[in-house]
């Protein structure tokens, strides 16, 4: 009896450690329900990001990081840098929620992201991200914001050109070299967006 | 009824030539800055004469470019009338030094303290010129200077440098080393004064005394604090009381912050008033812009503020009372329970429990979300009936009685010149509260009454405390009906750098009086912010409370002033 006693004592035990099991249970048991103004995990909708940066400027603790993420829209956020954040240091006052200028980023309603290692709890765009483009999106967005930039500078050429052509006019060496100068500047602003869009 | 600038005048006819510079802000704001050798003058004028008799706090200010320092004296009247003086003192850097007002107001001894250790300015004829809030470590530091470097390393503000011991363990070295300051290769002068050791030991008079410990982890008030006091048989013969174990430095911290990222710092000082000082700073800042906030905002900031003081009575009385015997246990599991609806309330328009960071400079930062209203008509009601229960049901407690009635008792006078506010000084029967005292928000159309007691009594204090629930709840009620619709934002964008000015502005904290005064230089960040809150300003009467009474009664003493160190350690 006492050894049948003293069997169940060991295979009770192994058998809830076999089983899936809660290990914390919760409480109270049932989660309470949160409001709708909850601050809770944040939300980034990566299609409307424009990348600018407020958020992490903002951020009285400095855990916004921006680092870069492939499911945004490459039109709107031409180097393709999203928000990532370390909820190790969040106090969750919603100040980069605010000072979105896009109104992309929310705070929702999950709470819980405990982790088993700090690394765990920084939680990157794809994590955050509610709403994104898929890999196929991307690709036309990619080709669209391509063309666009390069219909810019066509354009940009072409009236640089009539710029110059009109400034040849009165024949001045002076003027025809500033002329220059301005037009290799315009060049190299258009150059930048170019590569972060296809970055 | 007296107006700033008759107060103004007064002090220019008594002592021509006193006031070097003067601004009246309004009937109730007085700015002036006093020449330093009439300061002690002055003041007692203001006293006698326009009954200026509540001592409301100090702060010093570091004026680095025009190479002088500045103390702020913030006076104020315990209900005769409602202007606030704020005189200053003008002193050099070199060697600052202001005359102390500790011989006109008792209370001025712990702000003068702190202005001494944290910006090093002297004060001539302050009895007892010892630190605080710092250890003893910084002392000589000055670490509120604009020109503070850091700590560890006072002399570069060099961090703790980590090395690795050849066993393989991290130490960590705090530059200079002991032996450094020793050999006098790094110079850091440092002030003498006895240690807190020593002065507890120089009272020791008799064999039959001791020092007993209670603290700095007594439950009496949450948060730790040491409590010394020095006992003879069972009676306390004097208390000494050191803060600073959870020491901040908010206020040095908020001026490398943006404008409106001290707001998050603002909720940290005391979790369970997060609205209040919330509400303080912004209200300070609003001042300074000339913002004026939308109607609808200020009824929601009222309604949470209400509600915030509602909660933070409950918690206070419900963790106090565990520590009293008799009906004391029951109460607390009621309370807590209680509280959380009303915090769930809060949540539900802030979208946070504790810290708010919910109001915004002119406006809030949510609207009330739907069915809020009818949410409130559910709670109010339950929470109104159950304050009534737990007021009857201390009355008939005959332990709570005998724990509580004629402990710890203030007379009006006392708590006046001792400078405590809130419901410390309302249970001594001295109706001054804030929200009567300075207009602000919707509160002048409200109807409330100023809840009073007469003994002053640790019972009292519970007492005034349950019966302002009540009168809460009759103030949201009130807001409920009458909020009005429209915007809860102001119109333009507020601008990231404020213009130059300074403000002092009130709010009545669940824990009395708190102020916050803030100067702007037109930058981005503020250039200095002074707290002064109620708790800090209740905490310095606990020792002298203290003597002469029983060591069982310490905790109905300090637990019923409701304490939070966090905030006077701010
Ligand atoms: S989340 Fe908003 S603030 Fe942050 S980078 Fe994107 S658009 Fe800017
Ligand atoms: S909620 Fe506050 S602390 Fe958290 S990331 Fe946003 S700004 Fe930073």
Redesign the interface.
């Known amino acids: 009896m006492l050894k049948r006693k003293m069997i169940k004592n060991f295979s009770w035990p192994l058998k809830i450690a076999t089983q899936e099991i809660e290990i914390t249970r919760l409480y109270p048991e049932k989660m309470m329900e949160l409001p709708a103004a909850e601050r809770g995990i944040h939300e980034l909708d990566a299609t409307i990001c424009i990348g600018c940066g407020t958020c992490a400027r903002i951020c009285p603790n400095s855990c916004i990081e921006m680092v870069h993420y492939k499911f945004g829209s490459p039109l709107k956020n031409k180097k393709m840098q999203f928000p990532q954040i370390d909820f190790g240091r969040c106090m969750f006052c919603g100040l980069c929620v605010d000072e979105c200028p896009v109104e992309c980023l929310k705070m929702g309603k999950k709470v819980i992201m405990a982790g088993w290692e700090r690394k765990d709890i920084v939680k990157g765009p794809d994590f955050l991200a509610t709403k994104k483009f898929s890999a196929k999106e991307v690709a036309d967005l990619e080709a669209e914001a391509k063309r666009i930039a390069a219909e810019k500078a066509a354009a940009k050429k072409a009236a640089d050109a009539k710029k110059a052509a009109v400034a040849k006019k009165p024949g001045k060496e002076g003027e025809a070299a500033a002329n220059g100068a301005a037009k290799k500047k315009a060049a190299a602003a258009e150059a930048k967006p170019k590569e972060g869009g296809a970055a | 009824m007296t107006t700033a600038s008759e107060v103004l005048s007064s002090i220019q006819s008594a002592f021509p030539g006193a006031v070097i510079d003067s601004r009246v802000e309004s009937d109730l704001r007085l700015w002036a800055t006093i020449d330093s050798k009439k300061i002690l003058d002055v003041c007692k004028h203001l006293s006698s004469k326009h009954s200026f008799d509540h001592y409301s706090g100090s702060a010093g200010v570091d004026w680095i470019a025009r190479n002088e320092m500045e103390v702020v004296e913030i006076m104020a009247s315990h209900g005769t009338h409602k202007v606030v003086a704020m005189l200053k003192v003008k002193t050099p850097r070199e060697n600052p030094s202001v005359k102390s007002l500790t011989g006109l107001y008792w209370n001025a001894s712990w702000y003068e303290r702190e202005i001494w250790e944290m910006l090093g300015i002297n004060f001539e004829g302050h009895p007892e010129l010892y630190p605080l809030l710092l250890s003893d470590g910084l002392i000589g530091a000055w670490p509120w200077r604009k020109d503070f470097k850091g700590y560890p390393d006072l002399t570069t503000g060099e961090r703790a440098v980590e090395i690795t011991t050849p066993d393989g363990y991290t130490e960590y070295r705090f530059p200079p080393t002991p032996a450094e300051v020793e050999a006098g290769t790094v110079v850091v002068e440092r002030p003498k004064y006895p240690t807190f050791q020593e002065r507890e030991e120089m009272a020791i008079t008799s064999d039959s005394e001791m020092i007993m410990h209670l603290g700095p982890q007594h439950a009496m008030v949450p948060g730790p604090f040491l409590l010394d006091v020095l006992v003879e048989g069972e009676r306390v013969k004097k208390a000494f009381l050191d803060l600073g174990y959870i020491h901040k430095g908010i206020e040095k911290i908020m001026e490398n ?2 404008w ?2 001290g ?3 603002t ?1 940290r000082m005391c979790y369970v008033a997060a609205l209040s000082n919330n509400e303080c700073y912004c209200g300070a800042i609003e001042n300074i812009l000339g913002l004026e906030v939308p109607q609808r905002a200020q009824y929601i900031r009222v309604i949470v503020e209400e509600l915030s003081r509602i909660q933070s009575h409950l918690i206070g009385t419900g963790e106090f009372l565990t520590l009293i015997a008799g009906v004391g246990f029951a109460p607390w599991q009621y309370m807590i329970m209680d509280r959380e609806k009303i915090i ?1 309330l809060i ?6 429990r504790l ?1 708010h ?1 919910f109001v ?1 400079f002119g406006g809030v ?2 609207d009330l ?1 739907e069915g809020f209203a009818e949410q409130c008509k559910k709670v109010l009601p339950y929470m109104k009936s159950r304050t009534e229960e737990f007021i009857e049901l201390f009355a008939q407690d005959p332990i709570y009685h005998a724990r509580m009635e004629n402990i710890g008792s203030i007379s009006p006078e006392t708590g006046k010149r001792m400078g405590c506010s809130g419901p410390v000084l309302r249970a001594t029967g001295v109706a001054y509260d804030m929200r009567k005292e300075d207009p602000i928000l919707v509160y002048p159309d409200l109807d409330f009454k100023v809840i009073t007691g007469t003994r002053g009594d640790s019972a009292d204090r519970i007492d005034v405390r349950l019966r302002e629930i009540l009168e809460s709840i009759h103030i949201i009620e009130q807001c409920l009906d009458r909020i009005p619709s429209g915007p809860i934002k102001p119109e333009a964008k507020v601008p990231k750098k404020l213009p130059a000015g300074e403000a002092y502005y009130r709010v009545e904290d669940p824990r009395g009086e708190m102020g916050m005064y803030v100067i702007s230089d037109g930058g981005a960040n503020p250039y200095r912010v002074k707290v002064r809150g109620p708790f800090y300003a209740t905490f310095q009467t606990l020792t002298p409370l203290l003597e002469g009474t029983y060591i069982a009664d310490a905790v109905a003493i300090a637990g019923s002033m409701d304490g939070c160190p966090s905030e006077s350690d701010r």
């Open positions: 912050r943006s409106l990222q707001i998050t710092y909720d769930s949540e539900s328009v802030t979208g946070a810290t960071s915004r930062r949510n979300p």
